[in-house]
Every structure is written in C-alpha cells, then in structure tokens.
C-alpha cells in the first residue's frame, strides 16, 4: 500500500483481503473467529496494530483480541471500556464513510477517559497525510439488525500515511466481512452451548426415567399408571409386579382392566371420587381367585404443561392386615369377649337406630292412619307374621305399648283425615306442631325413617313391631358358686349358642352382662313374641355338659316393644321390668324346670 494509485498495488491488497477474509470463515471458536480478525488486518491490510473490542452482555465493551505487540497485547486484553465512552469516540472527529477517524489534534481529550488504549510518543507530522501516533481510526461493526456488535480498532499504517480512498474502502470491507464472520461464531456458540445443554437434559432425562423405571418397576408395594381422559379413562397401562403379585394377576391381562373393574361393588363411588382430582383411598380390589383384598389407593396426576393431565400415577399398598386388624378392635369393642355376641354399647346402638324422638302426642302420617284405620280388612303388616311363632296365645308374658298412641284405630281416630297437599291441622296435644301434609310442606322432621309401633295387648291384633325379650336366666348364681367361674362361663357360652340358633337371622342376640341377654326380634306381634320367648326357654332348659357334668339354667322372658318416643334406655327398662314380673308369677322351682 505504499503507492494506493497503482493498479498493481491495489490487485495485490484485494489478493491479501481475500485470503485473511476466507481465513475467517475457518475459525472454529469465536475466540479463534476474533483473534484471526485482528490478525488479517496486521498480515493483509497493512497496519502494524489491531485490536478487536467486542460488546458484552451489559452493553460495555471488552478488548477481546489483539495482534502486532505483545506488551500491548499483555497490557490491555481483558479491559473494558463503558459504552458511553465508547459512543462518545464514534460520534467525534471525521466520518470516512463506515469508519471514525479522531486526529490527535482532537483525541488529546479522550486521554482520561476509560477506554483502553495504547500509542507511543512521536514527532509532529511533516506532511498533511503523515500518521501521528495519537491518531485513532475506528471500524465499527454492525450485526444485520442494526445493532452494535464491536468495534475495530488499527494504528501505525507500515507506509507511516493515512489510509486513502482504497485503503479506508478495503478496511470498511473487512469490518463488515469480520462482523458476518462474528456473528456466525456466536450463533455457533449459542448452538453448540444449546446442543451440550440439550444433551445434559436428555441424560438428565434418560437418568431420571431409568430411575423412575427402577423404583417403579422394584418398589415393594403396587404401583400403577393409569390413563386419563377420552373413552379409555381409568384403564390400567402399565403396572409393576408388586402390584401382579398382589391381585394374582399377570402384566399382561392387568392391561385390559381399570381399577374400576377391579374394585368391590361397594366401593365403586369411593374410587370415582379420588381418581377425579388424586387423592387418596382405602378400597377392595378384586384378586383373581375371587376374594378381595383391602388396600390404600393413592394418586397423583401427571401433567403436561401444554397438554394438560397426561395420566395417573397410583400406589397401592396391601393394608389387609391392618384392616383386619382394626375389625378385630372395633369387634372387641362392640361384641362380649366371653360369647361373642353383640354387647351392651351395641344393643343400645341397633335399638337407638331404630327409633326417633317423635313426640308420642304427634299423629301418624296419612299412610300409617290407613293402615291402623283398615287393619283387618286386607292389610297387613309389613313383615309378617314371625316365621313358626304365629298361632300360640301369651301365656301370660305380658307386651308393653298401645295401638292408640302410634297405630291409629277407627275409634282412635276422631280427627279429620289429612293427605299430602292439605292445609296444615295442630297435632292434637301439642300445639303448634303442625300434620304431615301442607302447602309446600315437605317431609316432617319425623318422618324419614319407618316408624315403630307396638301391639295394643296381648291378644294380637295384627299390629307388628319390634320385640324387645329380656332374658335372665335363673339357677346360674348357684352353678357358679358351687362350680366355679369356668363352669359358669361355659353355661353362658351354650346359652348364648342356643340362644343365636333359636332366632331368625336378621334377629339380634346380644349380651347385657352377668347373666342378662337380650334379644331383638322385628316384624312381631304379640302372639309371636310370646312364642319366641317360650321356644327360647325351652332351647335353654335341657342339661348343660360341661367337663363330664350336667347341669341346668332355667330362664324368664319379659316381652317389651320398641316404640318412636322412647329412648333405648326406656325400652330395655320396660322389658326388664315385664323380665322380673314375668319371674315373680312363677315360683321358685317352676324357674329352673322352665
């Protein structure tokens, strides 16, 4: 470039842009990409020192190459010069095209700022076009979109002049060429960063599945995915062998089930309502040689942040045991420990159950009027007559209870009748407590539920209800005595036996204590109760073996009715009082021959 007007020179500067510009395009970093740029304008342009400052993230720039010193290169590689500094400079001195020349006339007040840089003293210029060591050219370079990629920065032209017209031209090519050659190795960068870090995630992915497949496959408990959504919600995908061994089932035929065709008919409404939303469940899941088997269902929904729920994750873990477990506690609880028969907490809680509060002075529904106003014309009860106690009179067990107060009669029954959709008559005797029926009215606070009722007398008059037979039996005191406990427990473990087999099995039989039961029979009148209670007394008179030894009880029945008003309390106290009447009619050595 010594003389720029000869073609020659020229032809041979355009040779030397074209190889250091191609030597661009072969860089395989950026850091390569930059420190080839600044050695092309050193080797192909004619300058004896170039530097590149490349933009950083937060917009400040950083001298990230240098070539033609190495003390320089040592001295200010690294540094970073603010951008407001930076725009300072391309805005001063002279404009030659794409490029920014600062003579040193002018870029003595740009020696305190921050940018880094390096000159070295020299002698004024002799001629215009002399380069003076404090002259600074700058080309920046510009990415497609506009914005400022960096900027570079050369001195010390070898010819000693300033570029002319060729030279700027060839410079302003290069910073151009260096721009596209930078801008491709940060996309080269970015990809190869994009690509090591996609292939991180996909091990981190492959990890993590493995690892799921591992704990879902080896878990000690059942494990199972599930489908979610469209016609094949619920059905079974995938399952460990946990979960095989549990239901007796292969993989392979779980597959073309669901849960909900596994689970006990019972518990189908629990299972819809914990798959809805996850959650968790205690059911019985059917194994293959039919019986069920209780386990603790819990799930989890696997989404997709674009698609939405995926499919369900559930655990099943065995809790048969436990469950037994807890049956066998609430058992103990609610059943005597010596005959296994209901206990007093349980009597009271299947005759509470029975029962409601309604006032005795409150007036049947229409419904329960037609049937007492009819009764002997066609109706019946609604359980009939107690199967093989129909037919034998009281023998003067006496029943508690009257027709008038909750089975109306036609001369019980002086009101007008009410029906559903009439106006509202006071119950008589209780003011303010309106009929059944009404304008609007629903169901009375009484009548949710079948309502007992109890025969009028001994003599049966059709009316069926809920027989309540205290039995006590008599002569065990004495067995115990002089037998001792053991013997007495085994008199009452047979008792309790002949007891169970003598009732139907609907019937309850439970035990107060001591040497009390009682038994609950439903769907009686009077004349069946009475029966029941003289069969029951003859199952218990027969001869009791115990360790080569007969003995004997006796037992006296007192017949009481459950009945709508009453509470639990006030029905087994009646039937203990009928109990003891029943047992003072007889003398003593009647009791024990029954």
């Known amino acids: ?18 190889q250091v510009v191609a030597e661009l395009n072969t860089a395989r970093s950026l850091a390569d990409t930059l420190q080839t740029v600044v050695d092309g304008i050193v080797v192909g342009l004619g300058y004896e020192l170039a530097c590149v400052n490349l933009v950083r993230p937060d917009g400040d720039l950083v001298v990230a190459a240098f070539a033609g010193d190495p003390a320089a290169e040592a001295l200010i590689t690294g540094r970073v010069g603010s951008r407001a500094s930076w725009e300072r400079r391309l805005t001063m001195g002279e404009s030659w095209d794409g490029l920014r020349f600062i003579p040193h006339t002018e870029g003595w007040v740009l020696l305190e700022d921050d940018v880094p840089q ?126 095989c061994r549990l239901l007796g089932r292969p993989a392979s035929v779980l597959r073309r089930y669901s849960f909900s065709d596994l689970v006990h008919p019972e518990d189908i409404g629990t299972l819809l309502r914990t798959s809805a939303e996850g959650g968790r469940a205690e059911l019985r899941l059917g194994r293959r040689d039919g019986t069920y088997v209780w386990v603790s269902l819990r799930n989890s929904v696997v989404a997709d942040a674009a698609d939405g729920p995926r499919f369900l994750l559930t655990h099943v873990e065995d809790i048969e045991e436990r469950k037994r477990h807890e049956l066998q506690l609430a058992h103990r609880a609610s059943h005597d420990s010596l005959t296994g028969l209901p206990n007093s907490a349980e009597l009271r809680s299947r005759l509470g159950a029975r029962l409601c509060r309604r006032p005795q002075s409150v007036r049947a ?36 209870g009257a027709v008038g107060e909750h089975g109306f009669r036609p001369d019980a029954y002086p009101e007008p009748f009410e029906y559903p959709g009439a106006p509202a008559v006071p119950a008589p005797g209780v003011p303010g407590v309106p009929g059944p029926g009404g304008p609007g009215a629903g169901p009375g606070p009484y009548d949710h539920h079948v309502h007992m009722v109890a025969p009028a007398t001994d003599i049966d008059d059709g009316t069926k209800g809920l027989a309540v037979l205290f039995c006590d039996l008599d002569g065990f005191k004495s067995i115990n005595d002089r037998f001792g406990h053991h013997t007495g427990d085994a008199v009452l473990i047979e008792v309790a036996r002949r007891l169970t087999t003598g009732v139907r099995d609907g019937d309850t039989v439970a035990r107060l204590g001591g040497d009390e039961f009682v038994v609950l029979a439903d769907g009686l009148g009077a004349a069946d109760a009475a029966d029941l209670a003289v069969r029951l007394r003859n199952a218990i008179i027969p001869p009791i073996r115990v360790d080569g030894r007969a003995v004997r009880v006796g037992a006296s029945f007192g017949i009481g009715w459950a009945s709508c008003g009453m509470s639990a309390d006030e029905v087994l106290r009646s039937a203990d009082q009928r109990m003891y009447i029943e047992k003072r009619s007889r003398s003593k050595a009647h009791r024990r021959a029954g």
């Open 118 to 243: 390096w000159h070295t003293d020299g002698p004024d210029p002799r001629f215009a076009d002399e380069w003076h060591p404090e002259d600074r050219l700058y080309a920046p370079m510009y990415a497609s979109g506009g914005e400022l990629l960096g900027v570079i920065s050369v001195d010390r032209p070898r010819n000693g002049r300033r570029p002319g017209a060729w030279g700027r031209e060839a410079l302003q090519m290069y910073a151009f060429q260096a721009a596209i050659a930078i801008s491709n190795a940060r996309l080269r960068a970015n990809m190869q960063r994009a690509l090591v870090r996609l292939e991180r995630e996909q091990q981190a992915l492959r990890a993590s599945e493995e690892s799921f497949r591992q704990a879902f496959e080896y878990a000690p408990s059942g494990m199972a995915i599930a489908e979610m959504g469209g016609d094949q919600h619920g059905r079974l995908l995938r399952t460990n062998d946990a979960l």
């Open 365 to 400: 529904t229409a419904v329960e009027a037609l049937d007492a106003a009819y009764e002997g014309h066609g109706a019946k009860g609604a359980h009939g007559a107690h199967g093989g106690h129909g037919g034998h009179g009281g023998g003067g067990i006496e029943a508690g």
């Open 1 to 18: 470039m010594e003389t720029e007007s000869e073609p020659y020179v020229r032809l041979a500067t355009l040779r030397q842009l074209h």
